[in-house]
Structure formats: structure tokens, C-alpha cells
């Protein structure tokens, strides 16, 4: 099974950057497409940028050339760098891992932009 662990979020100001970091265990990590979600108060989940195993990506387009979505198989790990941030961007982010019956969230990590 693959279990994700996020890290990297914060407080931080309009116009300013965060990396956030997926860990994943197991060993299907190579097969995977890995996923951040965001999910803001009162708001449902939304997908903000995705990459395939053959690091294919895509973008919600209110994050398009703002959010840069990478991977590296070797570590097993999952990066979201957010730059220029806005106060709509804030949310607690999840990271997520499917393929096939594979369908894993990790507990989510809050970032807030805000002065």
C-alpha cells in the first residue's frame, strides 16, 4: 500500500512562495499519479496540479505559471512550488497517489497567505 505524508505549509504573506513536499511509501511509487488537492472553508476539494508516472502535468488554471508541480522516484517524493501567492490560495493542501484500485490521501497540510 502507499501512505503519503505532506509537509511545507505555513503562513505567509500576498506574493510570496511555499514548497510543499509529498513523502510516499511503498514500492508502486513509480506508477503513480500523484495529485495536490486543496480544499478551502466552506469550499469542496479541488485538483491544483497533477503529474503521471511519465511526468505528464496539469494545472488549475488560476495556478497556471504560478504552481510548478515535480517529482523525484528516487526519493519517493511529490513537490507543489507556489510562488506569487494569493489570500484565495489558502486551503488545507492534500497530496494524493492513484492508479488502478490505488486511491490514498495523505492528511493535509494548511497554508494560509495572508499579511
Known amino acids: 500500500q502507499v501512505q503519503l505524508v505532506e509537509s511545507g505549509g505555513g503562513l505567509v504573506q500576498p506574493g510570496g512562495s511555499l514548497r510543499l513536499s509529498c513523502a510516499a511509501s511503498?514500492?508502486?511509487?513509480?506508477?503513480?499519479?500523484m495529485g495536490w488537492y486543496r480544499q478551502a472553508p466552506g469550499k469542496e476539494r479541488e485538483l491544483v496540479a497533477s503529474?503521471?508516472?511519465?511526468?505528464?502535468?496539469s494545472y488549475l488554471g488560476s495556478v497556471k505559471g504560478r504552481f510548478t508541480i515535480s517529482r523525484d522516484n528516487s526519493k519517493k517524493m511529490v513537490y507543489l512550488q507556489m510562488s506569487n501567492l494569493k489570500p484565495e490560495d489558502t486551503a488545507v493542501y492534500y497530496c494524493?497517489?492513484?492508479?488502478?484500485?490505488?486511491?490514498?490521501w495523505g492528511q493535509g497540510t494548511q497554508v494560509t497567505v495572508s499579511t
Open positions: 494524493n497517489a492513484r492508479a488502478g484500485y490505488i486511491d490514498q
Open positions: 511503498g514500492r508502486l511509487f513509480g506508477i503513480l499519479t
Open positions: 503529474i503521471t508516472d511519465v511526468n505528464v502535468t
